[in-house]
C-alpha cells in the first residue's frame, strides 16, 4: 500500500513536471508577449510619452482628458454608426444566404465560392478597388446616378454618405464568412425535424421560424458576438477608404488610438483610448453573454 | 527633478498591474530626462571588422544605395552595411518605436522635419566632426541644405539630395486651347487668369491641379507672400494673425471655390500627381523635383508634360526640403557609423545619386548629370529653384501640427469653413494641437 502510494506519488510528480515543463514554452511566451504587455500598456496609460523621450508619470489625466475630447467623441460615434448597423445587416444577410445555399438549388457550390471570395480578399485592396466605385466624379456608382439624372453625393468624403458606404462593404467582405459557420450550423440539424414536423403539415416558413432560427441560435450568438467586437475594432479597410491626404474624413476608434500614438507621438493618451475600447468591447460582450440565456437554445 | 519623484511614487501606487511592468516601465524612465545631445561619447572607428544596419525608406532608390554601400566597402573593407528597408508608410512608427526599444538603424535617412524631435531627444549623433579639414567642406553644400540638418549650433545631417517645387504644366491642354506656355514672368495675377481660361467643365479640364499637401501647394504660395505659420520661436501658429499668410490662404482656397482645380472630395480616391494630372484633365501643377522621371516617361503614352518656374508673388520662393543621412546616439559601432554616414556626404557616393536616384544630390556642382537624365524637359528649374527656396519650420514638438493644419484648410477648400473665417480657425486648431504636443 505504502510502496503503491509512493510510486503514485513519484508518478504524479514526474507527471507534474513533465507537464509543466511541456507547456513552458507557450506559458513563457504568452506572459511576455500578453500579459507583460498588457500590464505594460496599463502602466503607459497613466503617462505622458512620445516614444522618444522617457515616459513622465501623469495620473488620471489622460482618462480625464478622454471625457472633454471632441474628437475622441466623434471617433466613438462613427464607430457605433459602423458597428450597429454592420452587425445587424451581417448576421441577417448571411443566415439568410445559408438557408438559401443550403437547399438543392443549381450552382450551390459556384455561389457558395462567389460569396465566400471576398473573405480571402486583403483588406486594403478591397478598400482601394471600393474607393474608386465610390469616386463621386469618375466612379461608376455616380456615373450611372448620373446618366438617371441624379447628382450623386461625394460619397466617401461626407460623414454619412461615408458610414453608408463602409458598411456596404463591410458587409460585402465580411458575409461570406458568416454564411459559412451558418452553413455548418445549419447542416448539424438533424433531419428528423423537418421530416417529423411536415408530417404534422408545418410550412417552409413555419419550419424556418421554429426550428431553424432557434436551433441556429448558439451560432447567431457566437457570430454577434464575433461581429460586435470586430466592428468596434473597425480599422483598415474604414481608414483606407475614407483617408484624405493627412486628414480622416471618418475617424473610428482603432484609427484614432493609431492616430494619437503613432501619427502624433502621444503613446500615453493613445493607450488611455486602447483601454477604454477594451472596457466598451467587454461590458457589450458580458451584457451579450447574459442575454444569450433569453434568446439562445442548446439542444 | 520632480516628475522623476512622482513617477517612483506613481509605480509603487500601481504596483498590482505586477512587478514586471513596472520594472519594464521604470527602466526606461531611468535614463535622463533631459538627455544633453552633446554628451555622447564615442570612439573614432578603429579598423576591426564590424556590421553596421542602414534605414532607408524608398524602395525605388535601393540600387542606387547598393551601389553606394559597395564604394564604401572600398574604402573602408572591414565595415559591412546592411539595408535595411521600411516603406515610407510605416517609416516613422518603425523608427520611433525602434528608437524607444533601443533597436534603432545605426545610420538612417531622415528627414527635416523630424530632425529637430530626433535631435531634441538626444538620439543622434552630433556630426560636427565630419565636417572641416580631411572631412566635407561646407561649401560645397546649399546653405538651407545644411541648415535642415543644424539643431542647436550642431550638424546632425550628412547631406544626401534635396527637392524643390516648379510648375509641371500639360502642353496638350495649352495647344487645344491655344493659350501660351507658362513662363518665368508669370505672377500670381497671370496664373489666377490661365487658370480660369483653360477650367472646362464640359469637357472635365481643370485649369490647375492643387495637391493637398503644403509642400506641393499651398506652402509656396505662403512663402511667396512673406507669410509664415508659426511665430519665429516657434510657439504658436499666426496664420491669422499674419496678414500675409491669410492672404495667400485665402489666394489659394478661392481656386477651389470656384472650381478651378478638383475638390478635396475628387482628390481623396484621385490625388492630383498621381492620377488626374497624368491622366490629362489637369492643365497645371505645382509639383516636387522627383516627379520629373515619371512625367517625362509619359511623353511615349502620348503625354506632354512640360515644366516651368513656379509664378512669383510678393517674392520668388518655393518649398526645399531635404533628406539626410544621420547617426543613431544609442549605436554599438558609432564610430564606424559616422564613417558611413561622412562617406555618404562626399562627391564618390553623392555621384551616385545623381546618376541614379530620384532627387538633387546636395553637393552642388553634380546637378549637370541628374539633368542628363531628363532630357528634353527643362528641369533646370529644379536647380534654379533652390536658390530661393525656403525651409519650412520644424518645431521639436514634431509635425503633428502639419496635420492639424492640413485638415483645416481642407475643410476651408470643401466650403465646409467660410473662408473669411479660415485663417482664424486654422490658427486655432494649430494651436490647440501645439498645446496637446507639449503637455
Not at chain 1, 450597429?84 to 465560392?113: E, Q
Not at chain 1, 458576438?225 to 473610428?252: C, E, H, K, W
Amino acid at each position: 500500500m505504502s510502496t503503491a502510494s509512493r510510486k503514485s506519488g513519484t508518478l504524479a510528480r514526474s507527471e507534474f513536471r513533465w507537464g509543466y515543463g511541456l507547456i513552458a514554452p507557450m506559458m513563457i511566451g504568452f506572459s511576455i508577449f500578453f500579459l507583460v504587455a498588457l500590464a505594460a500598456s496599463f502602466v503607459i496609460s497613466f503617462t505622458r510619452w512620445d516614444l522618444l523621450n522617457p515616459p513622465v508619470f501623469n495620473g488620471l489625466s489622460n482618462y480625464r482628458r478622454i471625457f472633454s475630447d471632441d474628437v475622441f467623441r466623434t471617433a466613438l460615434f462613427n464607430t457605433f454608426a459602423i458597428a450597429v448597423p454592420n452587425v445587424i445587416l451581417r448576421v441577417g444577410t448571411a443566415m439568410g444566404l445559408a438557408v438559401v445555399l443550403n437547399s438543392k438549388i443549381a450552382f450551390r457550390t459556384f455561389y457558395r465560392i462567389v460569396f465566400f471570395l471576398p473573405v480571402l480578399t486583403m483588406p486594403v485592396a478591397t478598400a482601394t478597388i471600393w474607393k474608386w466605385i465610390f469616386d463621386p466624379k469618375y466612379g461608376p456608382i455616380n456615373g450611372v446616378l448620373a446618366r438617371a439624372g441624379i447628382e450623386g453625393p461625394s460619397w466617401l468624403f461626407h460623414q454619412n454618405t461615408a458610414v453608408f458606404a463602409v458598411v456596404v462593404v463591410l458587409l460585402w467582405s465580411g458575409v461570406g464568412y458568416d454564411m459559412i459557420i451558418f452553413l455548418a450550423g445549419l447542416q448539424a440539424i438533424p433531419r428528423d425535424y423537418y421530416e417529423a414536423s411536415s408530417l404534422d403539415g408545418a410550412s417552409g416558413w413555419q419550419q424556418f421560424r421554429d426550428i431553424t432560427v432557434p436551433l441556429l441560435t448558439p451560432t447567431t450568438f457566437f457570430l454577434s458576438v464575433i461581429a460586435v467586437i470586430g466592428s468596434l475594432q473597425v480599422f483598415d479597410l474604414v481608414y483606407v477608404m475614407t483617408r484624405l491626404d493627412q486628414s480622416n474624413r471618418l475617424p473610428t476608434l482603432v484609427y484614432y488610438i493609431y492616430n494619437k500614438g503613432f501619427e502624433e507621438g502621444q503613446m500615453g493618451y493613445a493607450t488611455a483610448v486602447a483601454w477604454v475600447l477594451l472596457g466598451l468591447i467587454l461590458i457589450f460582450t458580458f451584457f451579450q453573454f447574459r442575454l444569450q440565456r433569453r434568446w439562445v437554445h442548446y439542444q | 527633478m520632480v516628475s522623476r519623484k512622482i513617477n517612483r511614487r506613481g509605480f509603487v501606487q500601481a504596483g498590482a498591474v505586477g512587478a514586471a511592468a513596472a520594472m519594464v516601465a521604470r527602466n526606461s524612465m531611468a535614463q535622463d530626462a533631459t538627455p544633453d545631445a552633446t554628451a555622447v561619447t564615442w570612439e573614432p572607428y578603429n579598423g576591426e571588422e564590424v556590421t553596421i544596419s542602414y534605414g532607408i525608406w524608398d524602395s525605388a532608390q535601393q540600387a542606387g544605395v547598393e551601389e553606394q554601400i559597395a564604394a564604401f566597402k572600398e574604402v573602408q573593407p572591414n565595415i559591412t552595411v546592411e539595408i535595411q528597408l521600411t516603406p515610407w508608410a510605416d517609416y516613422w512608427t518603425k523608427l520611433q518605436t525602434a528608437v524607444a526599444g533601443g533597436e534603432a538603424f545605426d545610420v538612417f535617412w531622415l528627414n527635416s522635419a523630424n530632425c529637430p524631435v530626433y535631435a531634441s531627444a538626444g538620439a543622434l549623433v552630433p556630426l560636427d566632426s565630419i565636417f572641416g579639414e580631411g572631412g566635407l567642406d561646407p561649401a560645397n553644400y546649399p546653405e538651407q541644405i545644411l541648415n535642415l540638418y543644424s539643431f542647436d549650433g550642431h550638424r546632425y545631417g550628412s547631406p544626401r539630395e534635396y527637392d524643390t517645387i516648379a510648375l509641371y504644366y500639360n502642353k496638350d491642354i495649352f495647344d487645344a486651347a491655344g493659350e501660351a506656355y507658362p513662363d518665368d514672368t508669370w505672377d500670381w495675377a497671370k496664373f489666377r487668369e490661365v487658370a480660369e481660361k483653360l477650367t472646362d467643365e464640359a469637357n472635365g479640364i481643370y485649369g490647375v491641379g492643387l495637391h493637398l499637401s503644403g509642400q506641393e501647394n499651398y506652402s509656396n504660395f505662403v512663402f511667396q507672400n512673406e507669410g509664415q505659420y508659426l511665430n519665429d520661436d516657434l510657439t504658436a501658429c499666426v496664420t491669422a494673425d499674419n496678414a500675409n499668410t491669410a492672404e495667400a490662404i485665402q489666394w489659394v482656397t478661392q481656386f477651389y471655390l470656384d472650381g478651378l482645380t478638383p475638390g478635396p472630395d475628387v482628390q481623396q480616391s484621385n490625388p492630383v500627381p498621381d492620377t488626374l494630372f497624368p491622366g490629362g484633365v489637369v492643365a497645371m501643377m505645382p509639383g516636387l523635383s522627383p516627379r520629373a522621371q515619371t512625367y517625362l516617361a509619359l511623353r511615349e503614352d502620348g503625354v506632354n508634360i512640360e515644366v516651368a518656374p513656379l509664378p512669383q508673388g510678393k517674392k520668388r520662393a518655393c518649398v526645399m526640403h531635404g533628406l539626410g543621412n544621420v547617426v543613431w546616439s544609442g549605436s554599438k559601432n558609432i564610430g564606424a557609423a559616422v564613417e558611413f554616414a561622412k562617406f555618404l556626404g562626399d562627391e564618390t557616393a553623392e555621384r551616385l545619386i545623381a546618376t541614379t536616384g530620384i532627387g538633387l544630390p546636395a553637393f552642388k556642382g553634380l546637378e549637370g548629370e541628374w539633368l542628363t537624365r531628363l532630357e528634353g524637359m527643362n528641369a533646370q528649374v529644379f536647380v534654379d529653384a533652390s536658390e530661393y527656396g525656403v525651409i519650412p519650420q520644424d518645431p521639436t514638438y514634431g509635425p503633428a501640427w502639419q496635420s492639424t493644419l492640413g485638415e483645416e484648410i481642407t475643410k476651408g477648400f470643401a466650403g465646409e469653413t467660410a473662408i473669411d473665417v479660415l485663417p482664424q480657425t486654422i490658427q486655432d486648431a494649430v494651436n490647440a494641437t501645439i498645446a496637446e504636443s507639449q503637455a
